[in-house]
């Protein structure tokens, strides 16, 4: 009963849970996978994970669990883009368990993958906005700046008219 209970935990999950062989070849998958990348299990299993990410995300999603081995520790948390079936991309998060065998060598990889598109779009409307705080700012500093400017400008100027006001009462008429 506790065996069926965790099992439909695990295939109700909408974060899709993975099992890999060092080399990123996927030994188990979560049918969850479906919703996340639109493939089915069986799609998936005997691929190398890096074929559903995004090229430009290969080398440092690698660079992450490289040190990661390197040092022995037990995780590490990456977060990529991954391709949808549909061609599509779109930013998860994979929170990685390194385990090893008893000669200390990486002997398999567990993932929890979790869509995080909707965080990465709400990070950078959030950094959109304070872009244009900014700017209205300095927009702001500028116009107090030039208001400034133009007052001491008009300062002299009454100075001069001022002067000239004077100076033309002492000529004559003509």
């Not at 099992?7 to 919703?35: E, G, K, Q, V, W």
């Not at 990070?123 to 400034?148: N, P, T």
Request: some cysteine; glycine content about 8%; aromatic content about 6%.
């Amino acid at each position: 009963r506790s065996e069926n209970s965790l099992r439909f935990l695990i295939d109700n999950s909408r974060d899709m849970i993975s099992r890999h062989a060092p080399d990123s070849t996927i030994l188990s998958i979560t049918p969850s996978c479906r919703h996340l990348v639109g493939y089915a299990p069986d799609e998936m299993i005997g691929c190398k994970g890096d074929a559903f990410l995004h090229p430009d995300d290969i080398p440092g999603t690698w660079e992450t669990i490289g040190p990661a081995v390197a040092a022995g520790k037990d995780g590490y948390r990456v977060e990529h883009r991954i391709r949808h079936k549909d061609g599509t991309y779109y930013w998860i998060e994979t929170l990685g368990r390194l385990l090893y065998d008893e000669h200390g060598h990486l002997a398999e990889i567990h993932c929890s993958v979790r869509d995080i598109s909707e965080r990465r779009r709400a990070g950078e409307e959030r950094l959109e906005m304070e872009r244009r705080l900014l700017h209205a700012q300095k927009l702001e500093s500028l116009g107090v700046l030039a208001g400034g400017i133009a007052h001491d400008f008009n300062n002299l100027l009454t100075v001069i008219i001022g002067n000239l006001d004077m100076a033309m009462m002492d000529l004559a008429p003509d």
